[in-house]
């Protein structure tokens, strides 16, 4: 990198700021995602392709995990890089492939989901495990094809007393870098507020369906996904795109620089918060963190059949239910028909 694209910030509020964040994602983030894993590999009964989505969702979020202690130490040293050149590189290949990775794996859950409830017959829901996964690598292939040019090329930076790792030139566009970070973006964007809106119409179309427990997890679920994605990524995007508007009077003005540090750091909420995300996902993560005695467990009552509660069938068992029993509903006899039988 070349030293005049460099900015000296003085009295540095980056450097305040950053590190208390990062930690408290670091612990959280950490805690949640290595239970969800736990859950993943040791109490998952059954995969299906959304189990896949998913778990792949929290291998990125766990990447970030490796990462965040070195970005840590680099604040608290007031934005001084202490590693060396390869290890900047890979930090911020990493950095950049989680949120991707997190980007992609959000938007083929809320795509998968919508399927599920809005076309409970398509061909999609009906794909095999082994499908699944090959989309899974194909999926993380274009992933580090779209952030491998960050091992291209040092992100070093001389300033006067320290050497900056950063991936963003702070004094002009940084062309495939910008181009990347603005369209994994808003395409999934579009995606995503397609899904939730389609489900969420879908299910207030059929109000019987609707009250269904099981389909009402649908619903909080693919919300979450939406407010997630927009909670961890939109600021950046705006920080970014402001500055792309106002460069190059906006190249060194430090609010800037701290603006987008800090929207860059909402970045790294999303490994923090998809934890939410998987309790939504499926029964069987409540069950899950009820046997870890987070929630209080339910008592057992032996003896009694076991019978199927609707909030425990696919989603799609409980649309073509609820489409058979509309039918048969017009075909059932009125109440004086009935009586005319009984008597």
Known sequence: MDNGSCCLIEGDLISQVMPPLLILVFVLGALGNGIALCGFCFHMKTWKPSTIYLFNLAVA??????????????????RHWTFGDVPCRLVLFMLAMNRAGSIVFLTVVAADRYFKVVHPHHMMNAISNRTAAAT??????????????????????????????????????????????QLEFFLPLTIILFCSFKVVWSLRQRQKLARQTRMKRATQFIRMVAAVFITCYLPSVLARLYFLWTVPS????????IALHVTLSFTYLNSMLDPLIYYFSSPSFPKFYTKLKICSPRPKH?????????????????????????????QRPSDGQWALQVC
């Open 61 to 78: 979020d766990f990447l970030l995990m490796i990462c965040l202690p070195l970005r840590t130490d680099y604040y608290l040293r007031r």
């Open 136 to 181: 899974v690598c194909v999926l993380w292939t274009l992933v580090i094809l779209g952030t491998v040019h960050l091992l291209m090329e040092s992100h070093l930076c001389a300033q006067e007393t320290a050497l900056s790792c950063e991936s963003f030139i702070m004094e002009s566009a940084n062309g495939w870098h910008d181009i990347m970070f």
């Open 250 to 257: 906006s190249a060194c003005d430090p609010s800037v620089h």
């Open 302 to 330: 032996p003896g009694r059949p076991k019978i199927q509660r609707s909030e425990e069938m696919p989603i799609s068992t409980l649309c073509r239910k609820s489409s058979m029993d509309e039918a048969n509903s017009s």
